[in-house]
């Protein structure tokens, strides 16, 4: 059955009285990668998670195509800071196949597979909590991945990461996204959202101020704000 379109009507997440997200109108189709931009503290991550579902809604409605159970179990998450289990890399890697009852030899070995991918088939016995930022960040997209998602959501998945990191990273969700991984991100990083995305939405103040294919976004903005945003001004 299929997922998309995903539509959001209204949708608003209140914490303390303060409004992080909203009210956003959004209907999201089933193919390629969507980039989320906009200022810190914008709301991108609260958007991310609500779209996600772990952070529910105060006020509209959040729909899948599908029941949102069967939604849930097709997606994936990677977040800003991934947690590391206090494991190997091959376990922490394998846990997702894990937890639907894969027997642990086959997890294993599918895990071993993804580790090479990312560089880190030398270490898959290593404990997961040793591994450097770019290796963590790796570690945490191929755990998202193994299970094979038709949505992946990731916040910031290079923040703080260098180049190479980066360029390694944006490789797998390229990869990902031709296999048919629908990518829903966030970035701050200019150069990374016009290498990978196929739309853009531009939040300010947790609201939606741009939502266009990517071409149309860096080509020139509808808004005045997205207009500044893009040349580098301070907007709030
Ligand atoms: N649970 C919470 N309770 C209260 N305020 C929160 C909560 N979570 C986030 N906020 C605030 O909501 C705003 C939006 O936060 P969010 O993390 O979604 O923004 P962001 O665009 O991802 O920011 P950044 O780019 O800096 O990571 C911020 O001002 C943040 O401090």
């Known amino acids: 059955m299929q997922m998309f379109p ?12 303060k409004v992080l997200v909203g009210p956003v109108d959004l209907t999201l189709e089933g193919v390629g990668a969507t980039i989320v931009v906009g200022p810190n503290g914008a709301g991108k991550t609260s958007f991310l998670k609500m779209l996600h579902g772990v952070v529910r809604l105060n006020g509209g409605s959040l729909t899948w195509a599908c029941p949102r159970a069967e939604a849930e ?21 394998a846990y997702p196949l894990r ?4 027997p642990r030899k086959e ?21 997961a909590v040793l591994l450097s930022g770019g290796e963590r960040q790796k570690l945490a997209l191929a755990r998202a991945l193994i299970r094979d998602p038709e949505v992946l959501f990731l916040d910031e998945p290079c923040a703080s990461l260098d180049g190479r ?34 739309e853009v939405i531009l939040i300010i103040g947790g609201r939606i101020h741009e939502f266009a294919p990517a071409e149309a976004f860096f080509a020139g903005p509808q808004t005045p704000q997205g207009q500044a945003f893009l040349r580098g001004d301070i907007v709030e």
């Open 99 to 102: 937890l639907i009852g894969v």
């Open 107 to 127: 997890a294993r070995a599918r895990a071993a597979d993804w580790a090479r991918r990312i560089d880190l088939g030398d270490a898959l016995e290593r404990p």
């Open 165 to 198: 990191a980066t360029r390694e990273i944006e490789e797998i969700l390229t990869e990902a996204a031709q296999s048919g991984t629908r990518l829903i991100m966030s970035t701050h990083n200019m150069g990374q959202a016009q290498r990978l995305a196929d």
């Open 73 to 93: 179990k097709r997606q994936a998450f990677v977040f800003q800071t991934p947690v590391m289990m206090r494991r190997s890399v091959v376990e922490n890697i």
């Open 6 to 17: 995903l539509t959001v009507d209204q949708g608003v997440v209140r914490r303390r009285g």
